[in-house]
């Protein structure tokens, strides 16, 4: 085993290194410290993995291995392109921050049984990772599918009839999508048997447009479900009787982000941009992700609990990168892009403090908050942090993106995007801003004199909500997003495009 | 000895069939261990006629010597190779597994029992490895007659699935056997490749479309094709718990080689065959949509899985119908991972039954009493629905890849509904299986008391066998490609290669 050999199969290895811990995992069932410093080694392990990838994707190189042969004639293919990279560092990245998190989290709640909860999350990680490298689409589907039976039993993990509920609910939504994407990919398969992902699309001229248009829907809505576009966002509000670790990384991050990562596939990789702006599709889909954005804000302000308000603002933030991506545009797209980053590091903050104030201090709903802020200050004014992020106020993650998708409207001459955008931004401040000035001005309505959440929830929370300013002011810095975005958006669009004025 | 492989695959099985009834009296000890020479025997035959038939083409066996088309011929192609070998591998697991199952019977009984037990093989084995359409009708008999006793083996209501299999079974082989006769009437010949060329100029003759119209119904009934699947539940559901891995997993499956065979080896794709296969295609479209319907309905695990059945022959039928080499693929994938997975769930359902879990409520809470098996249920369930990386989902692939190369959409749609259909049954079990709690005292002791199992959920015997085709599935799934380039690929009608 040549070390050519080790590093050429990196994107095999974040794959495998969170599969075979959640084996041995499963193997120590009764020994949890050892469960966990698996999964801490696992989370470490992987992102070193995966970084150890930057600098040769940013000099322009891509990192790509062929283990296997998925099915006759269709390789297992795993490339780290600029794009997937950015996803896989993110993820990684935060599944070392979510493992401390969790520890911490599980043991306050005493939940139980909590091998299998592990483990389903290990693999997960390992599903991200394959949907991040994943290089066609048959390697795509198979692990969009491991995720999806990952992600349930976390899901059920507290065994109510809530849970159960829940859990079916998720079910019917993913696993019926996952049939309509692989009609999709069956379709594609036979039109275009060496089908890849390439830069700018491969479809183009492959098929009637109507063919393409039945398989433009298809795709949207195998991918739409997991990154909730309205109508098919339902599961997610339902979904979060989930452990809150499960909340933040799974249904803020690595499992919604895989559906719209998917939308930014499909759109960029398969049908390619030129072909979306030619017919009406592009259009369609900006209608659905700005009446997702819109009416999920709505909803939000009207949600008393706490985690179900973050969920619909999850959904209406997840529209944005659909935004993006149905503009078509190269501002619209990098804007996409880096909302994927910059979302994951406010909303994974907003549901640590979530969770931090339901572990120690027994709230879950907006209600009942009053007083925490005295409680538990760190906390909510990382919570504070987060929803301003969430708003899109300058110097914060939320805002670059914003900005980027703003630019993008305009260079499709969408001025109704805009004014979505600027009615979104305000309502995210309606629905997140009255928590945290509820939580410190408005009156203490229960009898908690614990303080603040113990170390191992609060040291991510506030690690989080830092990057998510730090990644506002400099939004290139540490792993170096930006530059991917831009790298994945020069490949989608060509050299020559209006990327150069980009706001950075 | 090496040039009578192809025999012994079948005469091994049927040799042991008439001594163990002997044996049985004398010593169990020596009764097993012949069993299993024979059944080694028998696998070991079908493993290497498989590999010469990879590397030298077709292996013939003229019985007596007389060669075709005046004496019975074997033929054992890469096609009657992988087949064998199955139902061979399969011969050997299910005889582990049953053994607990009879501890309580008498050694006269248990004699019987395997008789008919390796008769059951020797006839399955024979069907798929004769070359002759006469022969295949005996060993069809064969393997019915000893299917209907074993099935009365089961109890009571046992004899009454039994004795309804055997009016339906029966008129199902006098079908096939008129066609027989009407394609004799014509050619004036019994042998397959001598049939496939004769066939060839006599297309649309009217005893030919007769004929064929006969064969596909009778064996249609006998691998329970829509709506000829009636005696079906009964049979697989209520067998005796250790023999039905073998008749739900591979019985059903002969039949469907069966057809593959005649409609695409001897009668050929073309005239009447097409026509055929039009009709066969809508049956098995409806039968994949109804069995999973009924399959839903059902409150015992049993009865679930064998309306489960109905649905997932209703795949391998549609890739006969679709007969592109995608689907073809898809069908021959879908033989070997259906039998896998529902092999491995019949033996879930008897390791459940042994400790009194019947329905699928009596199954609340069996992952912490039997996790292994519950793990194992997992995964043939999620090959049942077709997901990633299990075998199932493979063979799914390739006969949507089939459908929508032919451009039958209806067909592909049909194939995705059913899947979430199927999720809607399965998934309803595993939620019992793990978030329900145990309704403990209340279930039955188990079948044999006083068993010391040293903490371990299950008799290995019951246990390993189950764990292998759990294993299977997984292995098929992920070497799937390996398995269609180096095995179906050389099963075609075509050469592709």
Redesign the interface.
Known sequence: MTAEFFLANRPLWGVLISMAAAGLILLNDRRPLIRESITMLAAAGKFIIVLSMLPEVLAGKLVETVP?????GISLHFKADPLGLLFALLSSGLWIVTSVYNIGYMRAMRYGHETGYYAAFALCLSATMGIAFAANL?TF??FY??L??ATY?LV?HA?TDEA?AG??KY?VYT??A???L??AI??V??MVPEAEFTPGGFLAGQAPPALLGVLFILFMAGVGVKSAIMPLHGWLPTAMVAPTPVSALLHAVAVVKAGAFGVLRVVGYVFGPELINSTASGKILVGFAAATIILASLRALAEDNLKRRLAYSTVGQLSYIVLGAGLATPLAFLGGIMHIVAHAFMKITLFFCAGAVYATAHKERVSEIGGTGKEMPVTMAAFLLGSLGIAGIPFFAGFVSKWNLGLGALEAGNIFVILVLIASALLSTGYLLPVAIQAFFGRSSGTHHGGEAKPSLLYPLVITACISIILGVFPNIGLKFYELALAAVQSVFGATSSIAMGGQ | MTEQFPALIVVAPLVAALLVPLTARLSLAVTYCLILVSLMVSLTGALSALRYSLVEGAWHYYFGGWPPPWGIEYVVDPLAGIITSLVGLFGILVFFYSIPFLAGKEPREKGYFYSLYLLLLAGLLGIVATGDVFNLYVFLEISSLAAYALIAFGGHQGVVAGFRYLLVGTAAGTLYLLGVGYTYAVTGSLNMADLGNLLASLQSSRPVILAVALIVTGLGIKMALFPLYGWLPDAYSLSPPGVAPLIAGVMGKVSAYALYRLLYFVFKPGGPVLQVLDVVGWLAAAGIIVGSVMAIAQKEFGRMLAYSSVSQMGYIALGIAIGNAAAL?GTLLHIFSHAVAKGCLFMVAGNGSWWGRRKISEMAGMSKAMPLTSATLVVAS?SM?G???TAG??SK??L??GA??KGSWIY??IL??S??LT?IYF?RVL?HV??KKDPGASLGTPAEEGRSLRGWELAPSMLVPTLLLGLGILALG?F???F??GLL?FSLPWRTW
């Open positions: 296997w042969t998925a099915a006759a048959l589907f198979i599918e491991i999806t039976i039993p059920i065994r159960v859990g079916r079910l696993l019926a996952g049939q309509l692989l009609l069956v379709g398969q036979i | 693929t999620l629905v997901l990633p990386p989902f493979f692939w390739y949507l890849m929508v190369e592909a749609v995705v509904i899947s979430l999720a998934f939620e793990y978030l992920l799937n490609a390996p269609v380039d690929k």
